[in-house]
């Protein structure tokens, strides 16, 4: 198995030498980076291109390491012992399976992302640890032992919001995505506007890059926010000439809302332009 990007999904080279390494060495892949640097879509892409199964678990404050791996139902028994269900005396039956459950008991290997994985307790990776190393668990309630058929390809995605335990650092093999230079971000561009104007594409990334430049925004723009953009100036026909500097002079560029998300950024950003237009 080897990983070189797809039709829609262009791969650096650092990341596709990350993605094949934690492939080899059959460890879980840790991708961290700025939101909206395709760090989610990497994993529905890699599926796409090994033709795998993708399993998702996407990661909440409120997850548990536990949800992963299976949860009993004891609610649902004891509503049907109420009512007399002959299956109440099987307790298999109310087992719910997690995704790594659903990952390990696949005949055909599989791709199992855990999206944003800093968003839950601190304990949540370590909890993680043992079933993630040897890709077993026990279930307590049925007394069997739950065995991956085929090691799937673990995804694990972080947006840095926490520290991850030490522990569970040795076990990934880690890859930070660097946010894309100018070239590798036409490329980009490339695959969801193959036919834009090269005049319009080409202020269009002077006026992102000058703005994620700009010092003191909280949230720079992202990627996904710049694909965007460029949809809606494609989509109301904005020429040109609306996205050219005046006079040399910075100014605000058209649509600005696709690509500043918060009342301080878009302030700052305001200021500077004044600032530098007096």
């Known amino acids: 198995m080897s990983f070189s990007g797809t039709d829609k999904y262009i791969v650096g080279r650092e990341l596709q030498l990350a993605v094949n390494a934690a492939i080899t060495l059959e460890k879980p892949l840790l991708i961290k980076g700025e939101p909206g640097t395709g760090k989610t879509m990497l994993a529905e892409e890699l599926a796409k291109s090994l033709d795998a199964e993708l399993i998702q678990w996407h990661i909440k404050s409120t997850t548990k390491a536990q949800q992963g791996l299976y949860e009993y139902d004891a609610v649902s028994r004891l509503r049907d012992s109420q009512l007399g ?88 093999f880690f890859h930070y995505i660097q946010f894309p230079e100018v070239e590798e971000m036409r490329q980009i561009v490339d695959v969801h506007f193959p036919n834009i104007k090269k005049e319009l594409l080409n202020q269009a990334l002077q006026s992102f890059f000058d703005l994620r430049d700009v010092p003191g925004l909280r949230k720079k723009p992202s990627t996904s926010e710049l694909i965007d953009w460029l949809k809606l100036l494609v989509a109301e026909d904005i020429p040109i000439e609306a996205l050219q500097n005046k006079d040399g002079k910075q100014s605000i560029p058209p649509l600005y809302g696709a690509l500043l998300k918060n009342e301080q950024d878009i302030h700052l950003f305001e200021k500077l332009v004044f600032m530098a237009r007096r």
């Open 85 to 172: 269900d002959e299956k109440v005396h099987n307790i298999a039956n109310y087992i719910v399976k997690g995704k790594l459950w659903q990952a390990f008991e696949s005949n055909k290997r599989s791709i199992l992302l855990i999206d944003e994985i800093d968003k839950a307790d601190i304990e949540f990776p370590n909890d993680l640890l043992l079933e993630i190393d040897k890709m077993e668990f026990f279930v307590y309630e049925t007394q069997q032992v739950v065995k991956a058929k085929q090691r799937p390809i673990v995804i694990i995605t972080s947006n840095n919001e926490k520290e991850l335990p030490d522990a569970f650092l040795r076990r990934c």
